[in-house]
């Protein structure tokens, strides 16, 4: 494992508050797993993830030319071409749709929705903690712009998701591809009848790993950090014909839709700076660097069936690892809503998950911890395109491996 000891101090120091009861440790047996059940790789978070090391070492090869160089020149210019060209051949886009970034990740999306996508009043589907966030920062906006209604919220239990309801009041439809925290994954389909509402999916950590048509959707937009390997505080929106038009109609302050735009949250802005290849303000260069990096190295692997065909074979592994398990389980019931992307696995009440999780942050198999606020006695894996799938397997030997050695007589160094 290429982590050092005291990183592995640090992060147990840091996520000690939220998971872990400090004065265990000290009481917790060593367990070291061996170096042959090993994964080649620590790295199991489901954001920030995996950055693929020979994407860092591209990155450092041209640092000296690029890393602070100007946003405006060609250096910089051409890798932001080079992502959304590449972005337009991962996902087939059909020539009329647009590839638009800015600064500030998905979250910032939904603010940017608010004053430059939503018409008078949403649709959300709140089945986790990332669009039950989207569906209450909607909210709280109605109250205080007129123009906005207050938002339609469908929302059903964590480990399930809810289907959209038409209603011809709704013009955006708010949708999650995948719900991170819970380990959900949806399926994109536009609803019949629908002709002027723009189907918006949230695909922070399903873009690049999950299969999607493009007709089906209007807005498909993302972070850097999960499937495109790279490091946060971008936000990417590809973007429908229709809501291009939405876009335009809204930026141009007809009567019909008229409200105040910072130009932070101003899409049309983004768009016009996209379409010369920047954004509105200075974005992080080597956050750019490493994903376009990374969407080409998927273009070159065979694109996004390959990068999907790879995450369904870490699926099968994990899930099928869990269902022959005696104490582990998937967290999802049905297999067919199970992501392919984050796998949340529960544990029988006789194992303590986070204990397990500690034990391999310990032997540097890091965040497999689950999401906080779901409370489950569960361990959450990311399976993006960058994780091998062999690393898949391994970490299934190793979470058999504490558990035995948790429940047993511990093996002590
Ligand atoms: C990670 C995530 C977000 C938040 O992304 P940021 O880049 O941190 O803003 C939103 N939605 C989903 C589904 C996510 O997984």
């Known amino acids: 494992m290429p982590i050092p000891l005291d990183l592995n101090r640090m992060s147990d120091d840091m996520t000690r508050s939220d998971n872990i009861a400090p004065l ?35 990155l450092a090869q041209v640092a000296s030319t690029y890393m602070g160089t100007s946003h405006r020149k060609d250096g910089v210019r051409s890798v932001v071409a080079n992502l959304r060209f590449g972005l337009r051949e991962l996902f087939a886009l059909p020539d009329d749709y647009e590839v638009v970034l800015g600064n500030g990740g998905a979250t910032f999306f939904w603010d940017i929705a608010v004053t430059s996508l939503i018409e008078r009043r949403s649709q959300h589907l709140s089945f986790g903690e990332f669009s039950s966030k989207f569906a209450n920062s909607v909210s709280l906006a109605a109250k205080v712009f007129t123009w906005l209604e207050t938002p339609q919220i469908i929302r059903s239990d964590p480990g399930t998701y809810p289907n959209p309801v038409v209603d011809t009041e709704v013009d955006f439809y708010a949708l999650t591809q995948n719900e991170t925290s819970t380990g959900v994954a949806m399926p994109i389909e536009r609803p019949e009848n629908i002709r002027q509402s723009i189907i918006a999916v949230d695909a922070t950590s399903a873009a690049g790993g999950l299969r999607i048509d493009p007709t089906q959707f209007d807005v498909y937009y993302f972070s850097p950090q999960k499937c495109f390997g790279s490091d946060g505080g971008l936000w990417v929106a590809i973007l429908s014909p229709l809501a291009l038009e939405r876009v335009e109609r809204i930026a141009s302050g007809d009567f019909s839709t008229a409200r105040w735009i910072p130009p932070s949250l101003d899409l049309k802005l983004a768009l016009d700076n ?16 490493l994903m376009a990096d990374q969407v ?22 994990l899930y099928g690892w869990a269902d022959q398990s005696p104490y582990a389980t998937p967290f999802v019931v049905k297999p067919e809503e199970r992501s392919h992307v984050v796998a949340t696995i529960d544990f029988d009440p006789s194992i303590d998950a986070a204990q397990v999780a500690k034990v391999l942050r310990k032997n540097g198999i890091l965040d497999t911890e689950p999401y906080r606020k779901l409370g489950r006695n569960q361990l959450r894996i990311a399976m993006f395109p960058a994780i091998e799938p062999d690393d898949i397997k391994q970490v299934c030997s190793c979470i058999d491996y504490v558990v035995q050695a948790l429940s047993s007589k511990p093996y002590r160094r």
């Open 274 to 289: 996209s379409r010369q290849e920047q954004t509105y303000n200075t974005p992080a260069l080597a956050t750019l660097f």
């Open 24 to 58: 265990q440790i000290s009481k917790m047996p060593e367990i070291v797993i061996p170096p042959d059940l090993l994964p080649s790789d620590g790295r199991f978070a489901s954001g920030p993830s995996k950055v693929r090391p020979q994407a860092v070492e591209s």
């Open 296 to 317: 080409s190295w998927m273009n070159e692997q065979g694109g996004l069936s390959w990068a999907v065909s790879r995450c369904d074979k870490s699926a099968s592994i």
